[in-house]
């Protein structure tokens, strides 16, 4: 049953790039970053709401903690990947969040102070050369107008690699999902001003349907 479920969330996530890559296409990523993480942000308050969870209280220590993942999380990971996507290709931006593990050892052993081992090593060049092999075959597009969105969705993946070590402690201690819950509001309220500047100005009535429940999947599929 675990096997299954892995499947499924494979499945839903090697969409993500194809979804957001259609999806910009008619609604601007500065909006599509706001009502992604606003739909994802309103979720998890309902699950936490509903969930143990809502018990737990915030040590005031960890409160900008909090502010510094939800700034990780959405403005500069979702905000990067979505604007990213608008100017490369899908293949490019999945095989360049395929270097997060590489930027979350580096991550690690930079702030964590965790010891890099053998096994670490072995694990990144594994991961290398599993890149490279993927290049070998397919090929990075490293066309110029694609440079833009390449080095945007590479900093996408670095800012996510160091959401996932930096949360790794508050994760020990307060748990994945009241974590993942609290950093994609404290995010979404960041990120509101900057959104609601775009979001005024768009005309929605060219967005198709199909667009809408692409919308609904970056949401609610890929950020729940």
Do not use: C
Not at 32 to 49: H, M, N, V, W
């Amino acid at each position: 049953m675990v096997y299954f479920w892995l499947t499924i969330q494979t499945l839903i996530a090697s969409l993500t790039h194809i979804i957001a890559k259609a999806v910009v296409r008619e609604i601007t990523p500065m909006t599509l970053t706001l009502l992604r993480s606003g739909i994802a942000g309103i979720g998890f308050g309902f699950l936490i709401s509903f969930s143990k969870y809502r018990w737990v209280k915030i040590e005031h220590k960890d409160r900008f903690k909090f502010f510094i993942l939800g700034f990780l999380a959405v403005p500069l990971n979702q905000g990067a990947f979505i604007f990213g996507i608008k100017y490369t290709t899908p293949a490019n931006a999945s095989l360049l969040y395929a270097m997060t593990p590489i930027f979350a050892l580096l991550f690690s052993a930079l702030f964590l102070r965790e010891r890099v081992n053998f096994y670490k090593v072995f694990g990144v060049v594994l991961s290398f050369i599993g890149i490279g092999i993927v290049f070998a075959e397919h090929g990075l597009s490293l066309n110029v107008e694609y440079l833009k969105g390449n080095i945007i969705i590479m900093f996408g993946a670095m800012f996510w690699a160091l959401y996932s070590i930096l949360g790794k402690p508050m994760i020990i201690k307060y748990g994945a999902l009241y974590v993942t819950g609290v950093t994609l509001m404290v995010g979404s309220l960041i990120y509101l001003p900057i959104g609601l500047y775009d979001f005024v100005r768009i005309d929605f009535s060219g967005v198709s349907f199909g667009s809408w429940l692409g919308v609904l999947y970056l949401g609610v599929g890929t950020s729940i």
